[in-house]
């Protein structure tokens, strides 16, 4: 049974950071492709940055310099460190994982909001 569990959101003033984390079990996590995924109000769905099972990691140009993506296999855990933060990265945030050729996501997300 897979999970993906977000944590980590919370408000922000803009120019401010945040850690979000996200804690995998129920499968062989250290070897799938992970990523982050952001929905705003009245927005798609858009992904905000992913990082393979050897940690090369890929980035939207909206995040590229802010953001970093990161994990750790040991802990399970995928991370995404948000630094100089814009009212516009003001979403929920999700983690997901490439399964089959899909992402999936399986948490309820983490709210981010920068004012």
């Known amino acids: 049974h897979v999970q993906l569990v977000e944590s980590g959101g919370g408000s922000v003033q803009a120019g401010g950071s945040l850690r979000l984390s996200c804690a995998a079990s129920g499968y062989s996590y250290r070897s799938y492709v992970m990523g982050w995924f952001r929905q705003a109000p009245g927005k798609e769905r858009e992904g905000v940055a992913v990082v393979d099972s050897d940690g090369r990691t890929k980035y939207a140009d909206s995040v590229k310099g802010r953001f970093t993506i990161s994990r750790d296999n040991a802990k399970n855990t995928l991370y995404l460190q948000l630094n100089s933060m814009k009212s516009e990265d003001t979403a929920m945030y999700f983690c997901?994982?490439?399964?089959?050729?899909?992402?999936?996501?399986g948490g309820q997300g983490t709210q981010v909001t920068v004012s």
């Open positions: 997901s994982s490439l399964t089959d050729g899909s992402w999936f996501t």
